[in-house]
């Protein structure tokens, strides 16, 4: 039976996937149960939306108890003027990157999965900055349970591969299949926003972000161009692809000018009246 949805519902809809904060994001899934069609269509997507608000209900209320952390935080509060997340197989050079773009204490080594939580970090552009956060590198093996909910805020996601790993394309297809099972889907479309093939999808918790392919290791690539053509070709990805070298800093200072203008940041400057305009601190906003 088809959904059959009202424009009330789409709006709520629309503003949940907008939301940041959790509180406002529980409004919103409220809105969406009091505005959804009751019937059959529906059962599944109601049900959905009550579990979620159960969730969050409970994350609520456990803040303002107080209660107390088992560990670090799984979900990075948005800085700056864009979240982009950092995924990767294991050993693709992906801390290492950060640590570079960022100065952050980002843990590299030759083992696996020497990233156990998300890390946050600021990479630096002109009169503002983005925020980079590494995430561990999920596998069937090693799955991270709050995956998805660490990729809720993002705006965007950093494919980071190590084309000289012959695995590299089984790994990276491995990664996509386990992203779509918790309803993450990575598109090639810069900026932002929902490719026009997903418009009509009902699936209102499925997350959805631009993706960009980041060649580590370009320093080690003797035909680097000749290498990402085979990697799109076998993988089947069309990802638009930076590279760049954490050994020679090749590449590293193109990324926050890739991303300031894929994503569409527009800077604001403030102005109190009968004063100069302040072109310190810029506030940032998305054009469109």
């Known amino acids: 039976m088809p959904a059959n949805l ?8 629309a503003a949940y996937r907008a939301a940041r904060e959790p509180r406002e994001r529980l409004e919103c899934l409220r809105e969406m ?19 979620r608000i159960a969730e969050l209900t409970d994350e609520l ?19 700056g003027a864009a979240q982009i997340a950092l995924l990767g197989p294991p050993n693709s050079g992906k801390s290492s990157l950060h640590h570079a773009l960022t100065g952050s204490h980002a843990v590299a080594g030759p083992y696996p999965f020497t990233t156990q939580y998300p890390q946050p970090g600021m990479l630096p552009f002109e009169d503002i900055a983005f925020q980079l956060v590494d995430l561990p590198p999920a596998t069937a093996e090693h799955p991270v349970p709050w995956l998805a909910d660490a990729l ?6 950093f494919l980071v591969v190590d084309l000289s790993d012959p695995e590299c394309v089984d790994q990276v297809l491995r990664l996509h299949d386990l992203l779509r099972t918790r309803r993450v889907h990575l598109h090639p479309e810069w900026p932002g926003g929902v ?9 209102p918790f499925a997350i959805r972000l631009p993706a960009a392919l980041v060649a580590a290791g370009a320093d080690r690539s003797a035909n680097l161009a000749g290498e990402l053509a085979a990697f ?18 090749e590449g590293l200072d193109g990324l926050g000018p890739w991303l300031f203008a894929s994503l569409g940041v527009v800077r604001v400057y403030t ?14 906003l998305r054009r469109g």
């Open 152 to 157: 809720q805020p993002a705006d965007g996601a």
């Open 61 to 79: 209320t456990a803040a303002r108890r107080g209660a107390a952390r088992t560990g670090p935080p799984t979900v990075i509060r948005p800085e």
């Open 6 to 13: 009202t424009p009330e519902y789409k709006v709520a809809e």
């Open 195 to 203: 490719p026009p093939d997903l418009h009509d999808d009902e699936d």
């Open 232 to 249: 799109r070709e076998l993988s089947g990805l069309d990802y638009p692809a930076l590279s760049a070298s954490v050994a020679t800093g």
């Open 33 to 51: 149960l009091r505005t959804i069609p009751k019937h059959k269509g529906t059962d599944h997507l109601q049900a959905d939306i009550k579990s």
């Open 271 to 284: 102005k109190v009246p009968h004063r100069p305009a302040d072109y310190s601190r810029p506030y940032t």
